[in-house]
């Protein structure tokens, strides 16, 4: 959905789906309240430009605003953010929630701890409920956004089907980019644990290329890459396909980027770049 297509309406309907999950057992504190407070009948506008939201540019140097960020928290956790996020290199806007606790180094051993873990774990749970619950109420998201990209059109002859890897941890992302990746034509595979796509490569493989989130609990991205070069028949085209900047991305282990909340259309010139 555009920018202007979206109301302060539904913004103030995210707020309150969005604390109603966070904050289950009890009132958000005060400053959480006064920073999701939203006059639905306002212009957009004036609540984007408000003091509490942080307005971030689709890249270094862009003119474009990329995402609009209002850190409310969750009860176990204060950094838990609700974004409206432009999908990269597109002009449709969605609802995410940015669970913001991979923002440690990449390489920390702080990933590693069982209370660490649990707190990731405990994060994207409130993520899938939260999301899914806009997605009910009508309210723009990713999963509504692939939806109607696959209703409106057909993307490719289905002559060719190469093999597509999908490993990401978010149930819906796989389920929606499975069908939108077979209605283009491809063969699909999908793993929601690095565990689980090198099994499944290993077992169904050839692969012809991988789409890879980076931020998963437990073994990441990362670790998935390294470990599909060393042990995968023949080498394929690798994709972080992540929430992560660009710039926080180790390039030597993939071959190509494409940021998360993800426009299809570009997802697959990407994908058809590398194999057809």
């Known amino acids: 959905m555009k920018l202007d297509q979206i109301t302060s309406a539904m913004l103030a309907e995210a707020m309150r789906i969005y604390l109603d999950i966070a904050y289950p057992d009890g009132e958000p504190p005060a400053h959480v309240q006064a920073m999701a407070r939203v006059d639905p009948d306002a212009p ?13 540019p689709l890249r270094p140097g862009s003119e474009l605003v990329g995402k609009y960020l ?30 913001h606790d991979r923002d440690l180094p990449l390489d920390s051993e702080a990933y590693d701890s069982p209370e660490y873990q649990e ?4 994060n994207a749970r409130l993520k899938h409920l939260i999301e899914t619950r806009f997605h009910l109420a009508g309210l723009p998201t990713v999963r509504g956004h692939l939806v109607q990209y696959l209703r409106e059109r057909c993307t490719v002859s ?23 990746l077979e209605e283009a034509g491809y063969r699909v595979l ?5 565990a689980e796509a090198l099994q499944r490569c290993h077992d169904e493989g050839p692969v012809d290329l991988c789409l890879l989130d980076v ?5 990441d991205g990362r670790y998935c890459a390294v470990q599909l070069r060393d042990e995968a028949t023949g080498r394929f085209p690798i994709l972080y396909v992540t929430a992560l900047p660009r ?15 993800f426009d299809p259309d570009h997802l697959l010139e990407v994908i058809r770049k590398h194999i057809g």
């Open 44 to 56: 957009l506008e004036a609540a984007l430009g408000g003091e509490y939201v942080d307005a971030r």
């Open 70 to 99: 209002w850190r409310l928290g969750n009860a176990r956790y204060p950094h838990m953010k609700l974004g409206l996020e432009r999908c990269s290199e597109g002009d449709d806007f969605v609802f995410v929630v940015d669970t």
């Open 119 to 122: 707190l990731i774990r405990h």
């Open 158 to 180: 289905r002559g060719r089907r190469r093999t597509i890897l999908v490993v990401d941890d978010d149930e819906g992302i796989l389920e929606l980019g499975q069908a939108l």
């Open 190 to 194: 999908t793993a929601s644990s690095s």
């Open 215 to 219: 931020m998963m609990p437990g073994l």
């Open 247 to 261: 710039e926080r991305v180790r390039s030597d282990l993939a071959d190509g980027y494409v940021g998360k909340p």
